[in-house]
Nanobody
């Protein structure tokens, strides 16, 4: 089992920056990808970014590419999502997730572990 705890959400204005953190504990060696997803009420969960547990590869959705950066601190078992130039449409609950197997990193259904989520609200 892998436990994931997110933090760093909050209320910011458009064009501001925010950094989310996801601390992983437990059998972290069993995770192949750590991903960030987001969801708004009534909408489907959306892939945001993912990184391999080794930290050597990262992936982004088109909607955040160039604005968000995913990174990993191996010593702290923490994955970060640096979000710059935030837009109101980035408002959502952001979830950190872990997936054990190699494959389609953007499919939330194939992730095995989930955090509790952290709210990000971007105002005009």
């Amino acid at each position: 089992q892998v436990q994931l705890v997110e933090s760093g959400g909050g209320l910011v204005q458009a064009e501001d920056s925010l950094r989310l953190s996801c601390v992983a504990s437990g059998r972290t060696s069993s995770a192949y990808y750590i991903g960030w997803f987001r969801q708004t009420p009534g909408a489907a969960r959306e892939f945001v970014a993912a990184i391999t547990w080794s930290g050597d590869k990262s992936y982004y959705s088109d909607s955040v590419k160039g604005r968000f950066t995913i990174s990993k601190d191996n010593r702290e078992n923490t994955v970060y999502l640096q979000m710059n130039n935030l837009k109101p449409q980035d408002t959502a609950t952001y979830y950190c997730a872990g997936r054990r197997l190699w494959g389609d990193y953007s499919r939330g259904l194939e992730y095995d572990y989930w955090g509790q989520g952290t709210q990000v609200t971007v105002s005009l």
